[in-house]
């Protein structure tokens, strides 16, 4: 499975965009990107999940480049109520899901 | 659809005694994984189960054991309780398909005193 790497914290005004940005250069052909948000003692919820180029939900938008070896979460217009932590996942062996220390995005008034 | 239930949702034992944990999955999903998170260690594999069967395995000792019901529900038992075990334990279900999503449950969160 693909190690991910992403900033332990990251600060952010009401109204901002967010962008945080996941490096993954070791991932595989077949692997997608996933992206969770924990609000804590809550579980991992799922918010976008893409292969290549943009994927775009109602809530976030996930670039890819043509390499892969990175991409970026973007959060638009945030709110306090994005305070939470972000995960990056790569690859999915079977079931075994490889969590990192995530992102601390804390939304500030 | 209804999401990934656990129960109990706290719960409180002391060192040396046994617990046993439930899960329900999305209706549908035959995938269930269980997950334990600490400050320390973040979130770790415990084990998944499809179709009854134990299907992958995280580094964990034997003390945790799981199961899964013919309905998919899902079971994890952990035995000889340490302080150590103290944590949130989360389930996730899946459809069991290849890069399927999986959808987490609120948790379980367990104190050993």
């Known amino acids: 499975l693909a190690k991910t790497t992403q900033p332990i914290s990251m600060d952010s005004y009401e109204g901002q965009e967010v962008n945080i940005t996941c490096s993954h250069n070791n991932i595989a052909t077949n692997d997608y990107i996933t992206w969770y948000q924990q609000f804590p003692s809550q579980g991992p919820r799922f918010i976008i999940q893409g292969y290549k180029t943009k994927v775009t939900n109602e809530v976030a938008s996930l670039f890819i480049p043509a390499d892969r070896k990175s991409s970026t979460l973007s959060l638009p217009r945030v709110s306090l109520s994005d305070t939470a932590v972000y995960y990056c996942l790569v690859g999915d062996e079977g079931g075994k899901l490889i969590f990192g220390q995530g992102t601390e995005l804390s939304v500030k008034p | 659809k209804a999401g990934v239930t656990q129960t109990p949702r706290y719960l409180i034992k002391t060192r040396g005694q046994q617990v046993t944990l439930s899960c329900s999955p999305i209706s549908g999903h035959r995938s269930v994984s269980w997950y334990q998170q600490t400050p320390g260690q973040g979130l770790q594999f415990l084990f998944e189960y499809f179709s009854e069967t134990q299907r992958n395995k995280g580094n964990f000792p034997g003390r945790f054991s799981g199961r899964q019901f013919s309905n998919s529900r899902s079971e994890m038992n952990v035995s000889t309780l340490e302080l150590g075990d103290s944590a949130l334990y989360l389930c996730?279900?899946?459809?069991?398909?290849?890069?399927?999503?999986?959808?987490f449950g609120p948790g379980t969160r367990l104190l050993v005193l």
């Open positions: 996730a279900s899946s459809s069991g398909q290849q890069k399927e999503t999986q959808y």
